[in-house]
């Protein structure tokens, strides 16, 4: 069995990122945060979770850069 390589860590958490993604934006969820009290927090919602996804992903790349 071959020892991980540094790029295949890499497209590991890629691949957990996009699962993350997948999760964060499906409707089920994204209903049941439009559903809570107070003003605007779909809105709220998904400029916080694009906003994180966007700073693991430029986290993500930095780091694995050779």
Sequence with gaps: MKPFTQASRRNERLAAL????????????????????GWASLTLYLFAAWGSVIGLTAWLMERSAP
């Design 18 to 37: 996009t699962l993350l993604m997948v999760v964060l934006f499906s409707p089920p969820l994204l209903i049941a945060v439009d559903r809570l009290p």
